[in-house]
Nanobody, 123 residues
Framework: QLNIVESGGGLVQPGGSLRLSCAVSGRTVDYYHIGWFRQVPGKEREAVSCISRSGTRTNYADSVKGRFTISRDNAKNTVYLQMNSLTPEDTAIYYC????????????????WGQGLQVTVSS
């Protein structure tokens, strides 16, 4: 059983930064592609960023390119999402998810999900 726990969310002012962490347990994280997704009420969950098992391949949504950086520390079984220059449009529940095989940065490709955490960007 794979367990995924997100941390690091909260309230931040526009222009600020947050770093989200995704801790994986139950299996070593290097077995999995890891993705960050987000969802706002009334909208579909969308991919924010994904990273391959080895960390050599990353994907970003156009809306976060140049502002967000995904990284992984397989020794710590943790994946990070550094979010800079945040705007109110980044307000959402952020989810971390794991994919064993497919390697596509899309919601339907991911099998294991964390509970999600709130990120609110507001002055």
């Amino acid at each position: 059983q794979l367990n995924i726990v997100e941390s690091g969310g909260g309230l931040v002012q526009p222009g600020g930064s947050l770093r989200l962490s995704c801790a994986v347990s139950g299996r070593t994280v290097d077995y999995y592609h890891i993705g960050w997704f987000r969802q706002v009420p009334g909208k579909e969950r969308e991919a924010v960023s994904c990273i391959s098992r080895s960390g050599t391949r990353t994907n970003y949504a156009d809306s976060v390119k140049g502002r967000f950086t995904i990284s992984r520390d397989n020794a710590k079984n943790t994946v990070y999402l550094q979010m800079n220059s945040l705007t109110p449009e980044d307000t959402a529940i952020y989810y971390c998810a794991a994919d064993r095989y497919r390697g596509s940065c899309s919601v339907v490709s991911y099998d294991y999900w964390g509970q999600g955490l709130q990120v609110t960007v507001s002055s």
